[in-house]
């Protein structure tokens, strides 16, 4: 099943999510990811790249029906570290990627806006990292990558209550580039895209090796941790209580065990 489709416009591709009703991250559509990403590196006629979501949201996140599949703290360490490497890869990408975000970028979902090079949103957007609603912590490299962003201070706010930004604050903290009425957005986003297609690849391709200069030993060191703790919340009862009251339209009741 393909939740990933592209189309090209001039030099650039423009890539969209489409899994109703939320466009969760499921594992099957993140290596859709990857595997879309290694067919556009070698695409020379390709030079920057937009991604957008259809439907009402850019991403809920990941798919929390498929966690209840899910077994053990050891297999949600290897999903997270899963994940981590292919955005990993969206970020290393040697041609600039744009996300596009309207309606939600939550969770994995902001995590995989987060390793794009630029991220232009709509006014009303919401992005946040609201795993601890779950009982969980964000496993696709979110605790490294949002405090990068915003600072240490609003990462921890964001984190400790869930609250997601608008895309109107997320521009004032640094989250996101430029905000955009939502019907804008998407036209907003190929005239970008289209600016920077039209630059040299080899220039964009250095650009953005340098870039990736700022991400210390420590910020790899960070993600590892992030996988492993990630499975450790999952095998606490809080966890499973967290992804329970989702699924059952409930609040959690978290007891500290
Ligand atoms: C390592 C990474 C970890 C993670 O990413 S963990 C996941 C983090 N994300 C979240 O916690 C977000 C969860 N979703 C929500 O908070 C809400 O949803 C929204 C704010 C996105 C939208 O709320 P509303 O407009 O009231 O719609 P609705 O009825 O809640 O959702 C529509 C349908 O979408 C499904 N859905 C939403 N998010 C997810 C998801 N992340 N995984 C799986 N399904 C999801 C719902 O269940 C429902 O489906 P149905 O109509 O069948 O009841």
Redesign the pocket.
């Known amino acids: 099943m393909a939740y990933l489709s592209h189309i090209k416009e001039g030099n650039a591709a423009i890539i969209t999510i489409n899994r109703?009703?939320?466009n969760?991250?499921s594992f099957e559509l993140i290596q859709e990811i990857g595997n879309l990403l290694d067919q556009i590196e070698q695409d020379t006629e390709v030079r920057a790249i937009l991604i957008h979501g259809e439907g009402?949201?850019f991403?809920?996140?990941?798919?929390?029906?498929?966690?209840t599949e899910i077994d053990n703290g050891e297999e949600f360490s290897r999903?997270?570290e899963n994940?981590q490497d292919v955005f990993e890869k969206v970020e290393n990408f040697p041609k600039p990627i744009i996300a596009a975000i309207h309606?939600?970028a939550?969770?994995?979902?902001?995590?995989l806006a987060m390793s794009c090079h630029i991220r232009l949103v709509s006014e009303n957007a919401?992005l946040?990292?609201?795993?601890l609603?779950?009982g969980?912590?964000?496993?696709?490299a979110?605790t490294q990558r949002l405090p990068r962003l915003v600072g240490t201070a609003k990462a921890a706010e964001m984190l400790f209550t869930?609250d997601?930004l608008s895309g109107h604050d997320a521009v004032k903290w640094g989250l996101a580039n430029q905000a955009f009425p939502e019907e804008q957005l998407l036209e907003k986003a190929k005239e970008m895209v289209q600016k920077i297609a039209a630059k040299s690849p080899i220039a964009l391709k250095a650009a953005i090796e340098l870039l990736q200069f700022s991400k210390t030993p420590h910020f790899y060191e960070g993600v590892r941790q992030e996988a492993k703790k990630?499975g450790f919340v999952f095998d606490s009862e809080d966890g499973k209580e967290g992804i329970n009251a989702?699924?059952e339209?409930r609040k959690p009741n978290f007891t500290g065990k």
Request: charged residues 15%.
């Open positions: 109703p009703p939320a969760a991250l009402r949201f991403s809920a996140g990941a798919d929390i029906k498929e966690f999903l997270a994940g309606g939600a939550l969770g994995g979902g902001l995590e919401k946040g990292l609201p795993e609603q779950l969980l912590i964000p496993g696709f979110g869930s997601p990630f989702f699924l339209k």
